[in-house]
């Protein structure tokens, strides 16, 4: 597992002093606080960079949900266009008679005309 940047960052602060520390409390806990300091500006560029990429992922995600949304439409417009026209092509050809004989009012063919049996296939 990585370390979070805070720790990283705290940790180079402190390599940075060496064998130094210094022998009153007052710079001891200046030198503590700027790598606190340091830990959390790098918390928060991490942090700021993860919020970025997900800002990212979330805008892509978005463009394929708007495309998704776009190409369904679509595809219910071209159905109902079809069923429109299916519905119309049975309307026209249809048996002379009530009953199921005879020929198709449209083509002329035995019923059912072709055109028929391959809508039914």
């Keep these: 597992m990585t370390q979070r940047p805070g720790y990283t960052a ?9 064998d130094y520390l210094p022998p009153d409390p007052a710079h001891r806990n200046a030198i503590i606080w700027r790598a606190v300091q340091a830990a959390l500006d790098a918390e928060d560029a991490a942090g700021t960079e993860a919020v970025a990429e997900l800002a990212t992922e979330l805008a892509e ?3 394929l949900v708007n495309q998704l949304r776009a190409d369904l439409d679509h595809a219910e417009r071209d159905n109902r266009r079809l069923t429109a026209v299916i519905k119309r092509i049975r309307e026209l050809h249809r048996p ?15 019923w ?10």
């Design 112 to 121: 059912p005309c072709p055109t028929i049996r391959d809508l039914e296939q």
């Design 10 to 18: 705290t940790y180079d602060v402190i390599d940075k002093l060496d």
């Design 96 to 110: 002379e008679s009530d009953q199921y004989h005879g020929k198709c009012v449209e083509c002329a063919e035995w």
């Design 61 to 63: 995600e978005r463009t």
